[in-house]
Each structure stands twice: as structure tokens, then as C-alpha cells.
């Protein structure tokens, strides 16, 4: 089984994903900023690693990531200030790609969203621009990278429970967060999801259906 950096360990989506993870019998280590979530990673079944990837520059991600076997990027600013969400949502996730394969990492899944694309249509007035474009920027660097990627592209998230997902996305749907969770331990344990972008709303598929 996989040893796995989850990076943006105390997300909403990454909380879901860690016990999954930790199920299936892989090692997790739940990279974190905040100390004060060590113990709800601790909860997970996860390691907590306290670290700002906003900060660190390629070398010391490349240490940080040295002893994994995968790389799961779900971290992100939140919104807010611009430059805040490029820093992270695009230049410290291209630099953590960079440090994975640094580090002889081959497998690299990316949480991004349904629509993430260079030419995403949202307006520079649009408060959704500067995470569309750090996405777009994002996602196109991991698909030149030479890394074993996947890109987990959900649409609008919810907090229902999972109870599928549906492929063949369309346009006002939705998807759980628990169903996003799902995807991305499926992702990591199926290599036939490697250079695949995996868009998706809620569906009647079973996720190990739909990936297997």
C-alpha cells in the first residue's frame, strides 16, 4: 500500500478522504498549517504534519514529500485576496509538483473542479476569476509534468452524502464532498485513472464502478 502526502490535510474534503484512505490500508501523512488540527487529524487515522506549503520554497517541499510513495493536492487559499490564491492555488501547487518529481514521486492527484481550463470563461470582474485562472494554471503545468496525474474535477460541492457520480457531467448539477473523497481514493488505487481528468456530479454509479 501507498505511503500518501495529503496536502491541505484539514479540509473539508481531505477530513472525508483520510479515514478512507487509512481503510484501504494506506499510510497518510496530513500536511497541515494550523498545530491547533493535530488532533482532528489524529481522529482520521492520519499523521499530522505541520508545514505551510505557501511558504516553502521547491527544495524544502522536495524534503517534505521525500518519503511518499503519492502526492494528493487538496489544500487551497479559501478565496479572499487574490494574491493569497495565487500563492497557493497555483504557485505552491506547481511547486509541489515540481518537488514530487524531485523527490522520484511518480503519482500525483490534483483536486480541481468541474470547468478548470485556460480559457474557463469567468470574468476578470468575477471574484471566481483569480482561483479559475491559478486552477487553469495549475492543472496545465501537472499535465506537462511527467507525473503519473490525475485531475479529480467535481462541480459544485455539497455536504450530502455520497451516493454516486455521474461522468457525463452536466452544467447546474452538483457533487458531494464525500463523493469527491470517494474519487480520490479510487483515483490513487486505480491506475487506469493515470492521465485522466475525472469530471463529475453526483451520479447512480457506484465510484468503484465508475473508475474500475
Known sequence: MARIALIGGHGKVALLAEPLLVDAGHSVSAIIRNPDHRADIEAT???PVVADVETMDTEALTQLLGDHD????SAGAGGGKPDRTYAVDRDAAIRSMDAAKAAGIK???MVSY???KPDHGVPEDNSFFAY?????????????????WTIVMPSS??????????????EGRSASREAVAQVIVAAVDHPSTIG?????????????DALG
Open 114 to 116: 468541474l470547468g478548470a
Open 196 to 208: 485522466a481528468d475525472l469530471p463529475f456530479n453526483d451520479g447512480d454509479t457506484p465510484v468503484a
Open 70 to 73: 503519492v502526492v494528493v493536492w
Open 45 to 47: 487515522g492520519a499523521t
Open 132 to 148: 479559475a485562472e491559478a486552477k487553469a494554471a495549475a492543472d496545465t503545468h501537472l499535465r506537462s509534468s511527467g507525473l503519473d
Open 107 to 109: 503519482r500525483y492527484v
Open 157 to 170: 460541492l455539497t455536504l450530502e452524502p455520497a451516493r454516486g457520480i455521474d461522468l457525463n457531467p452536466t
